[in-house]
Each structure stands twice: as C-alpha cells, then as structure tokens.
C-alpha cells in the first residue's frame, strides 16, 4: 500500500440567489483519502449571503452542524473523515444574494491510500 500527502484546491464562484451542490473531487477508484484539513476562503461578503458545508454522499460532514460563513477571512477546520473509492467530496453552497454572485477558495488537504 502507498501513502502520500494529497491536497484539492478549487475556485468557485456561486451565481446570485442559488443553492446547489457542486462536486470538489472523486476519490480514483483502488484509492481512499482521509481528509484532515479543510481551508475555506471567503471574499467580500459583507451581509453573509454564502453558506458552504462539505457532504459525503447526502451525509453533512463539515462542519458536523450549520455552515460554514465569512467576509474577507479564512477559516480552517480539522477533520478526520475517510472517503472511500468513488466517492465523491461535495461541498453544499447556497448564496442568498438576490442580484449578486459570491466567490470562495476551498483546499482540502489530507492522505491518499492506494496499492
């Protein structure tokens, strides 16, 4: 079996008065990641309109309750949460909004498994 640090890192923007699931990343099928770490940079957003939780599958895991939420700031937030081959890592989004798009950088980082 091999082990080595992974990380996932993405860009997102979410349209005016949407909420939506948008898959982060699928773990290769032979393979596991633990996720360790999670980062999340929220830009300007003085109101609050953007929410964002991780799911595996339909199943809320970061944070465990509520959401996450910023304005010009980071957050980070330790894990320890497996996700098996095929699955997916998902991040839940809603931007209450009415007119305007909210944008935020996610990095996951945790360890790969793979043999």
């Known amino acids: ?3 080595e640090n992974f990380s996932i890192g993405k860009l997102i923007a979410v349209d005016a008065n949407t909420e939506k699931d948008i898959e982060i990343w699928k773990v290769p099928n ?3 990641f633990l996720l360790s770490r ?3 940079v929220f830009y300007d957003d003085p109101t609050y309109d953007l929410e964002v939780y991780l799911k595996r599958g ?3 895991i970061a944070p465990h309750i509520g959401s996450y939420k910023g ?3 980071w957050i980070r937030d330790f894990k320890n ?3 098996p081959a095929n699955s997916s890592i998902i991040a839940h989004v809603k931007n209450a909004n009415a007119t305007e798009s ?3 950088y996610i990095l996951l980082i945790g360890i790969l498994k793979y043999s």
């Open 1 to 3: 079996m091999t082990i």
């Open 81 to 83: 949460e497996v996700f």
């Open 30 to 32: 032979g393979q596991s």
């Open 58 to 60: 339909t199943e809320q």
């Open 71 to 73: 304005n010009n700031k």
């Open 102 to 104: 909210r944008t935020f």
């Open 38 to 40: 999670v980062f999340i």
